[in-house]
């Protein structure tokens, strides 16, 4: 059974650090890795999607790498702003399903 | 596009009632699912769609109905509410299986059930 591990479960940071949010997966068989945004109260937002024949994908100021043969994905925030302050969850696909991890709550302090 | 949309946004029931959850997307996608998220128990797929009139369970099915009756809609029903079901539910979308391509969320609906 494919599981997915976020580490820290938490992170604070003051503005304009660049962040850095692992994501961990114990199956290596995968098509894709899908990183996304949830704001308090809301739902998910997808930020990147990685396939599995690329080692990195950008956009703007988030920058997400894809190591599949350690199972591991990183998401790269640069210049952090208080904006960026929510909870950022990995997923993978397993068996017809996205498998999530717990996700990284994150707050940027200004 | 309005994406995936889902109504109501909050619910509150009574143990024993039943109701349904909407959700529909306008995107032309194959796939549709609904998750229930938790405090410590993360996103569970309850059940998933991959084409009108194609519906299979997912991690935690029991309690919970589903129809896709076309492409745009995918409605969950709970039979008999019971307190476990208070949750967050969040209905996905994309385009062919899940995994293959970008999952699209709705906002959520956000059950209390006394």
């Known amino acids: 059974k494919q599981e997915v591990t976020q580490i820290p479960a938490a992170l604070s940071v003051p503005e304009g650090e660049n962040l850095v949010l692992n994501c961990s997966f114990t199956d290596s068989a995968i098509y894709n890795l899908q990183w996304f945004r949830q704001d308090p109260g809301k739902g998910l937002t997808s930020l990147l999607l990685?396939?599995?024949?690329?080692r990195e994908q950008t956009s703007g100021r988030l920058n997400a790498s894809l190591d599949k043969s350690s199972g591991r994905s990183t998401l790269y925030i640069a210049a952090s702003q208080p904006g960026d302050s929510a909870t950022y969850l990995c997923?993978?696909?397993?068996?017809?399903?996205?498998?999530f991890g717990a996700g990284t709550q994150v707050v940027v302090t200004p | 596009n309005a994406g995936v949309t889902q109504t109501p946004k909050f619910q509150v029931l009574k143990t024993g009632q039943s109701m349904t959850l909407q959700c529909a997307q306008d995107m032309n996608h194959e796939y549709m699912s609904w998750y229930r998220q938790d405090p410590g128990m993360g996103l569970r797929l309850i059940h998933y769609?991959?084409?009108?009139?194609?519906?299979d369970q997912g991690e935690v099915p029991n309690g919970y109905n589903v129809s896709r009756s076309t492409t745009e809609d995918f409605p969950l029903r709970l039979l008999s509410a019971a307190p476990s079901q208070t949750s967050v539910y969040f209905c996905a979308s994309s385009y062919g299986l899940a995994g293959a391509n970008e999952q699209f969320f709705g906002p959520g609906t956000r059950l209390t059930v006394l």
């Open positions: 769609s991959v084409g009108a009139g194609i519906t």
């Open positions: 990685i396939q599995s024949s690329q």
């Open positions: 997923a993978v696909p397993s068996w017809g399903k996205l498998q």
